[in-house]
């Protein structure tokens, strides 16, 4: 069975740093694809960063410049590095990657919450 947790995520103050990862498992299947899309109460889920297999990025208008996505893949991972953190920034951060097993689809994580505040 597929799974994607994340960490990293917490309460961090404007301008702040914080790290979030997501581990794929099991190692039997590849992953393709992998991002981050994030969410928060009444508005739709927004994609903010990809990767692919390759190392390729891409990355939403409202973070360019201050987020950072990488990947490992020996470790089967992803990070996202986000800097200069906003309160507009605080969201329910979700990863996502594509799995093939083989059928290849689309997984998520089950989220971790990031909170800018003083």
């Known amino acids: 069975q597929v799974q994607l947790v994340e960490s990293g995520g917490g309460l961090v103050q404007p301008g702040g740093s914080l790290r979030l990862s997501c581990v794929a498992s099991p190692s039997i299947f590849s992953i393709y694809g992998m991002g981050w899309s994030r969410q928060t109460p009444g508005k739709q889920r927004e994609l903010v960063a990809t990767?692919?297999?390759?190392?390729?990025?891409g990355y939403a208008d409202s973070v360019k410049g201050r987020f950072t996505i990488s990947r490992d893949n020996a470790k089967r991972t992803a990070y996202l590095q986000m800097n200069n953190l906003k309160p507009e920034d605080t969201a329910v951060y979700y990863c996502?990657?594509?799995?093939?097993?083989?059928?290849?689809?689309?997984?998520w994580g089950q989220g971790t919450q990031v909170t800018v505040s003083s």
């Open positions: 996502n990657a594509e799995i093939a097993t083989p059928i290849l689809r689309n997984y």
């Open positions: 990767i692919t297999s390759g190392g390729a990025t």
